[in-house]
């Protein structure tokens, strides 16, 4: 586990918030001189605390309107059925996480499309068509009033 102090974790909080912020915004929020801070924001990213940097898009203004989670459940739990299934989840553009978890189904997917009808095509045309897919439910996210996601 990281070494994570209150200066470090004020840094890497302004960071998430606004990855594009200056060192010198930076230094000045988390109450550092910028050498201090920039030193400290360079040793987060050698160490792999920082492991990138993102834009975070507006999906309306991309036409993206619609989106659901999914859980899928698989008629086999071999290795080959799970490799399968995550190759064309990564060959999916609507697949934007898939997640393999624990409980009454092995995944869960967020997919994100133009609108109910693009996902009906999604649902239909690459879920409907795998061998290994036993079981789909769908559930429309109807608003975001907290999404941190970057």
Do not use: W
Not at 33 to 56: F, H, K, N, T, W
Not at 63 to 73: K, L, N, R
Not at 118 to 123: L, Q, T, W
């Amino acid at each position: 586990m990281a070494d994570i102090d209150d200066i470090n974790a004020r840094i890497l909080q302004e960071l998430s918030r606004d990855g594009r912020i200056s060192n010198i915004d930076l230094a000045d929020r988390v109450g550092l001189s910028p050498s201090a801070c920039l030193r400290r924001v360079q040793d987060l990213e050698r160490r792999g605390v920082i492991a990138g940097y993102r834009a975070v898009l507006d999906k309306t203004a991309l036409g993206v309107g619609f989106a659901a989670y999914v859980t899928v459940g698989l008629n086999s739990h071999t290795k080959a059925s799970q490799e399968a299934f995550e190759r064309a989840m990564a060959r999916a553009a609507e697949v934007v996480e898939c997640h393999n978890i624990t409980g009454a189904v092995e995944y869960l997917l967020r997919v994100e499309a133009t609108d109910l009808t693009a996902y009906k095509r999604f649902h239909t045309d690459v879920l409907g068509t795998l061998p290994q897919v036993h079981a789909i439910t769908s559930y429309v996210v109807m608003g975001s009033p907290k999404d941190e996601r970057a």
